[in-house]
């Protein structure tokens, strides 16, 4: 008895966890993504030189013609080398397919990973 007394008094001084609604998922399509060349144009000098791959994800909203605005850097690994900042640079690049399976995600937020990755030495 002195067990489920305790163990009583446990659980309700556990605090309470607040549940947030979950969001609603849409599957993003790209109908375009930079090209390799692009994506060799943006690559951070410093990672370059340090011939370090890495990536990063931005959030931008979606417009009505399917293009990223509003971009911010939300991670980068690793840090330092600069790739949040390249992929700011590429979010031009992106298209979006505004809408899909009949839901829409032009003028929501979606993240955006992009990732760097050295191309092999010759």
């Known amino acids: 008895m002195m067990i489920a007394l305790m163990a009583l008094a446990l659980g309700a001084a556990a605090p309470q966890a607040s549940v947030q609604a979950p969001t609603p998922m849409t599957e ?3 109908d ?4 390799r060349r692009e994506v060799v144009e943006a690559y951070p000098s410093r990672a370059w030189n340090h011939r370090a791959s890495g990536m990063a ?3 931008c909203a979606v417009t009505a013609d399917g293009r990223l605005s509003d971009c911010l850097a939300k991670s980068e ?3 330092g080398e600069g790739f949040a900042a390249a992929a700011l640079r590429l979010a031009p690049r992106f298209r979006i397919k505004p809408a ?4 829409s995600i032009a003028g929501g937020r979606i993240e955006v990973p992009v990732r760097f990755l050295m191309p092999p030495t010759s």
């Open 32 to 35: 375009r993504m930079p090209t």
């Open 77 to 79: 690994d690793p840090s």
């Open 100 to 103: 899909h399976e009949g839901q």
């Open 28 to 30: 993003v399509l790209y």
């Open 57 to 59: 994800v931005i959030s």
